[in-house]
Nanobody, 126 residues
Framework: QVQLAESGGGLVQPGGSLRLSCAAS????????MGWFRQAPGKEREFVAT???????????YYSDSVKGRFTISRDNAKNSVYLQMNSLNAEDTAVYYC????????????????WGQGTQVTVSS
């Protein structure tokens, strides 16, 4: 059974940075699409970023408009890990952040993922 474990969340001031990590157990990590989602209090879970293998033998990254230019998703297949570097954080980024393993379908939709971590809290506040 594949398991995902997020880490790296915490309290940060507006304008600050955090790097989230997600460690995956199991094999064939490199072939899976991996994504980050977040859920703010009282709101639905929303897509943040995804990375997937392409037919051109490279990974692509795709971001929501709200984080594009500020967040960077990356992965280290040797460590079975995916990361989310978050810069220029603001209060609207406060949420629980989840990583997830893709199983096909739309990579921006929760329906495209089958395994989820327990989440890590990110709070942006002065």
């Amino acid at each position: 059974q594949v398991q995902l474990a997020e880490s790296g969340g915490g309290l940060v001031q507006p304008g600050g940075s955090l790097r989230l990590s997600c460690a995956a157990s199991g094999r064939a990590f490199s072939s899976y699409t991996m994504g980050w989602f977040r859920q703010a209090p009282g709101k639905e879970r929303e897509f943040v970023a995804t990375t997937a293998w392409t037919s051109r033998n490279t990974y692509y990254a795709y971001y929501s408009d709200s984080v594009k230019g500020r967040f960077t998703i990356s992965r280290d297949n040797a460590k079975n890990s995916v990361y989310l570097q978050m810069n220029s954080l603001n209060a609207e980024d406060t949420a629980v952040y989840y990583c997830a393993r893709g199983v096909g379908g739309r990579p921006t939709s929760q329906d495209g993922y089958d395994v989820w971590g327990q989440g890590t809290q990110v709070t942006v506040s002065s």
